[in-house]
């Protein structure tokens, strides 16, 4: 409405009128729209304090609609698009993140994005300047034009053994270099920490002898690879998509990656060929599996494997699935030895079944009876030992060879376990056996206990001998006694973990752990009496799992994450 109508309307006094203008409004209406958007009444009789907060709510508003236009203008110049990028921005630059800025520091603000956009041009050219001299690099290194003196880096000396020393072809290694040319660009794969982490820092456990092991089947590649782009930024998963990308035409389960990162022995190249076979979609069943493969079995392998598995474990999970047994049972079969051998398949099965057919046995159990059976028929041929009069060391046979499942119930073998867990624990030679340290170090950690208000430290000590290991096993309920000779010879450390509290003067056994020594890899945690160290009831359990983590970081240890294979039973 023109301002005239302002002057002609009676229910307005000249006050108001003079307010309405004040506040570049034109109607009754506009004004009354105003008032109840900003919190105040609509009557058109107003006291001059109360025109004077109004008007005072209306200065405000403008200068913050000023302010706010000022402020996109300013984040815009500095080539960001909402508030929260530029707070973001601010933080990382050094600057603080209030909005509400004066003319000087908006003006600081701009000269310092400047300064950083010409350090990010630098910072460019000179990343394209080093991937073009590592790409003249590798092609050197390739070309066997470079040798040792020349590298300093770990993965720049890896590559060139691979090239001089892996079981490539020519054209194999034409592949090779064409591989790295393009996921040195491309992808996240250009450094040697392990992959898998149930295999360890092994020298093939890595993303660049995975290329290699690729470049190895080049012949049977069915496209190229510079068609390849990654669409993930991590590094497991752009390695699985470029496998496929090269070698499969059909779904390939994840857990199949895993075989190109254990070598190039022909162990490791049975593994790729089940890669390939299923890729190319042929039947997991008609690979040289070391499983006898029903269709349902084949089908759980393909279609449901939980991630986290290598091949060989997710193979003995699809076979217990396959049988009928349930997630439950057959992650207990895979923590087991049964998850990574495969020896005396026939045998195994009827174990296998014996455990399917009794679904009421606590899973808890599967590991122990898995490892008291093979103890029975096999282990002893190598790892009990006897002395002769003269000191010699003699080799007895295993107690049962011919052992068998028939006639077998859950009470009976339980009886026959616990009896040789107590065997175990009992039998000592006259004389403890003592071995060297693992060569990883201890850890020690001291906190307070909240619930019984008392300072305490925690230890976790290797075992050394044979009566501290047989007292671990006492104290704790399990067959750690078992690991006597894989101790003495090297293979495997039994680490004990226990708690000291400064006021009682109490020491309390709280974890027992298994380490691969030449992994560096923690096979299995366990509690009294085989307990996990997640068990709802495990209290203290759980908290020594956190300590646990805490020497796992220290010494470089590997500790699986998405599935626990750290949980195996003792």
């Given at each position: 409405?023109?301002?005239?109508?302002?002057?002609?309307?009676?229910?307005?006094?000249a006050?108001?009128?003079?307010?309405?203008?004040?506040?570049?409004l034109?109607?009754?209406?506009?004004?009354?729209?105003?008032?109840?958007e900003?919190?105040?009444?609509?009557?058109?009789?107003?006291?001059?304090?109360?025109?004077?907060?109004?008007?005072?709510?209306?200065?405000?508003?403008?200068?913050?609609h000023?302010?706010?236009?000022?402020?996109?203008?300013?984040?815009?110049?500095?080539?960001?698009?909402?508030?929260?990028?530029?707070?973001?921005?601010?933080?990382?630059?050094?600057?603080?993140?209030?909005l509400?800025?004066?003319?000087?520091?908006?003006?600081?603000?701009?000269?310092?994005?400047?300064?950083a956009?010409?350090?990010?041009?630098?910072?460019?050219?000179?990343?394209?300047?080093?991937?073009?001299?590592?790409?003249?690099?590798?092609?050197?290194?390739?070309?066997?034009?470079?040798?040792?003196?020349?590298?300093?880096?770990?993965?720049?000396?890896?590559?060139?053994?691979?090239?001089?020393?892996?079981?490539?072809?020519?054209?194999?290694?034409?592949?090779?270099l064409?591989?790295l040319?393009?996921?040195?660009?491309?992808?996240?794969?250009?450094?040697?920490?392990?992959?898998?982490?149930?295999?360890?820092p092994?020298?093939?456990?890595?993303?660049?002898?995975?290329l290699?092991?690729?470049?190895?089947w080049?012949?049977?590649?069915?496209?190229?690879?510079?068609?390849?782009?990654p669409d993930?930024?991590?590094?497991?998963?752009?390695?699985?998509?470029?496998?496929r990308?090269?070698?499969?035409?059909?779904?390939?389960p994840?857990?199949?990656?895993?075989?190109?990162?254990?070598g190039?022995?022909?162990?490791?190249?049975?593994?790729?060929?089940?890669?390939?076979?299923v890729?190319?979609?042929?039947?997991?069943?008609?690979?040289?599996?070391?499983?006898?493969?029903?269709?349902?079995?084949?089908?759980?392998?393909?279609?449901?494997?939980?991630?986290?598995?290598?091949?060989?474990?997710?193979?003995?999970?699809?076979?217990?699935?396959?049988?009928?047994?349930?997630d439950?049972?057959?992650?207990?079969?895979?923590?087991?030895?049964?998850?990574?051998?495969?020896?005396?398949?026939?045998?195994?099965?009827?174990?296998?079944?014996?455990?399917v057919?009794?679904?009421?046995?606590?899973?808890?159990?599967?590991?122990?009876?898995?490892?008291?059976?093979?103890?029975r028929r096999?282990v002893?041929?190598?790892?009990?030992?006897?002395?002769?009069?003269?000191?010699?060391?003699?080799?007895?046979?295993?107690?049962?060879?011919?052992?068998?499942?028939?006639?077998?119930t859950?009470?009976?073998?339980?009886?026959?376990?616990?009896?040789?867990?107590?065997?175990?624990?009992?039998?000592q030679?006259?004389?403890?056996?003592?071995?060297?340290?693992c060569?990883?170090?201890?850890?020690?950690?001291?906190?307070?206990?909240?619930?019984?208000?008392?300072?305490?430290?925690?230890r976790?000590?290797?075992?050394?001998?044979?009566?501290?290991?047989?007292?671990?096993?006492?104290?704790?309920?399990?067959?750690?006694?078992?690991?006597?000779?894989?101790?003495?010879?090297g293979?495997?450390?039994i680490?004990s973990?226990?708690?000291?509290?400064?006021?009682?003067?109490?020491t309390?056994?709280?974890?027992?752990?298994?380490?691969?020594?030449?992994?560096?890899?923690i096979?299995?945690?366990?509690?009294?009496?085989n307990?996990?160290?997640?068990d709802?009831?495990?209290?203290?359990?759980?908290?020594g799992?956190?300590?646990?983590?805490?020497?796992a970081?220290?010494?470089?240890?590997?500790?699986p994450g998405?599935?626990?294979?750290?949980m195996?039973?003792?």
């Amino acid at each position: 409405m023109p301002e005239t109508h302002l002057e002609a309307d009676p229910r307005l006094s000249a006050p108001m009128r003079r307010h309405l203008r004040t506040l570049h409004l034109d109607t009754v209406e506009a004004y009354r729209t105003w008032c109840r958007e900003n919190g105040f009444n609509a009557r058109l009789n107003k006291t001059l304090p109360q025109r004077r907060r109004e008007l005072a709510s209306s200065q405000k508003t403008t200068k913050q609609h000023r302010i706010d236009a000022e402020l996109e203008a300013h984040i815009t110049a500095l080539g960001l698009g909402t508030v929260a990028e530029y707070q973001a921005w601010c933080r990382a630059h050094g600057a603080g993140d209030g909005l509400q800025k004066s003319k000087a520091q908006r003006r600081q603000e701009i000269q310092l994005g400047r300064q950083a956009r010409s350090r990010e041009k630098a910072d460019r050219s000179s990343a394209s300047q080093h991937r073009r001299r590592r790409k003249d690099l590798l092609k050197r290194i390739a070309a066997g034009e470079v040798d040792d003196r020349e590298l300093t880096s770990p993965l720049l000396l890896r590559v060139r053994h691979l090239f001089q020393n892996a079981p490539l072809d020519p054209k194999a290694r034409s592949a090779f270099l064409t591989l790295l040319l393009h996921v040195e660009r491309q992808a996240r794969l250009f450094h040697l920490k392990p992959v898998v982490p149930q295999y360890g820092p092994q020298p093939a456990n890595n993303f660049v002898d995975g290329l290699a092991s690729l470049a190895a089947w080049h012949g049977r590649w069915v496209r190229e690879v510079e068609s390849w782009k990654p669409d993930s930024h991590n590094g497991r998963r752009q390695f699985g998509a470029l496998a496929r990308h090269l070698l499969a035409e059909y779904d390939v389960p994840a857990c199949m990656d895993t075989a190109f990162f254990s070598g190039m022995d022909s162990e490791a190249k049975t593994r790729q060929e089940w890669f390939v076979h299923v890729g190319t979609g042929q039947n997991i069943r008609k690979a040289a599996i070391p499983l006898r493969f029903t269709k349902r079995m084949a089908h759980a392998f393909i279609v449901s494997t939980p991630s986290g598995y290598t091949v060989e474990a997710a193979l003995r999970w699809a076979q217990v699935i396959g049988m009928g047994g349930d997630d439950l049972l057959a992650e207990a079969v895979c923590d087991s030895m049964l998850g990574e051998r495969f020896e005396e398949g026939p045998f195994w099965e009827t174990v296998l079944h014996f455990f399917v057919n009794h679904p009421m046995l606590d899973v808890a159990h599967v590991g122990p009876i898995v490892d008291y059976i093979y103890h029975r028929r096999t282990v002893a041929r190598a790892a009990q030992e006897q002395r002769d009069p003269d000191g010699s060391v003699r080799l007895i046979d295993p107690p049962e060879p011919d052992f068998t499942m028939k006639g077998r119930t859950p009470e009976s073998i339980l009886r026959r376990v616990d009896a040789w867990h107590r065997g175990l624990n009992r039998s000592q030679p006259r004389k403890p056996r003592q071995w060297a340290s693992c060569g990883v170090d201890g850890y020690t950690w001291v906190d307070e206990d909240e619930r019984a208000g008392e300072i305490r430290t925690w230890r976790i000590e290797e075992i050394r001998n044979s009566r501290d290991l047989a007292y671990e096993g006492k104290h704790m309920k399990h067959c750690v006694a078992s690991y006597l000779t894989s101790c003495a010879n090297g293979t495997r450390s039994i680490w004990s973990m226990k708690v000291d509290y400064l006021g009682s003067g109490a020491t309390r056994n709280v974890l027992t752990i298994e380490l691969l020594n030449n992994r560096k890899y923690i096979r299995q945690v366990r509690g009294r009496s085989n307990s996990r160290p997640t068990d709802a009831h495990s209290g203290r359990a759980q908290e020594g799992w956190n300590v646990l983590t805490m020497w796992a970081d220290q010494e470089g240890l590997t500790l699986p994450g998405a599935r626990s294979r750290a949980m195996r039973r003792i």
